[in-house]
């Protein structure tokens, strides 16, 4: 197996094509629900894997052409063959940030997305 690189000049990200794009997203959606948040390593860290889940989470299309049939293929069907189980959590985001605890916090600005 040959490993082949393509690199893209400097600066310029309209060359890199989907891969660039999903990166813009995932980072416009990070400064919108952080912004200067002081976080830890580990809410950095949690908060960027809940955003890539929020996003690789999108449907793509129907899994059938029957319009009672509400399944779309999504990027976790390829990745565990199954959607992404999370546990519920209370809704926070009505909840003024003073009153919270730090993984709360974090757990708030995630859902703001």
Known sequence: MVVSWHFIP???PHFGG???SAVKSIKTHFKRSFGEATLTY???NTGLVRVEACLISRPYTPLSTDPSDLNTLM?????DNGWLN???????IT????RLR???RVT????QI
């Open 95 to 98: 909840t003024t940030p003073n």
């Open 75 to 79: 990027s976790t069907h390829f990745l």
């Open 102 to 104: 730090r993984w709360h």
């Open 86 to 92: 999370e546990p519920p959590e209370p809704k926070l």
């Open 42 to 44: 580990e809410e950095l």
């Open 18 to 20: 989907l891969w660039e």
């Open 10 to 12: 400097a600066r310029s």
């Open 108 to 111: 708030q600005m995630v859902q």
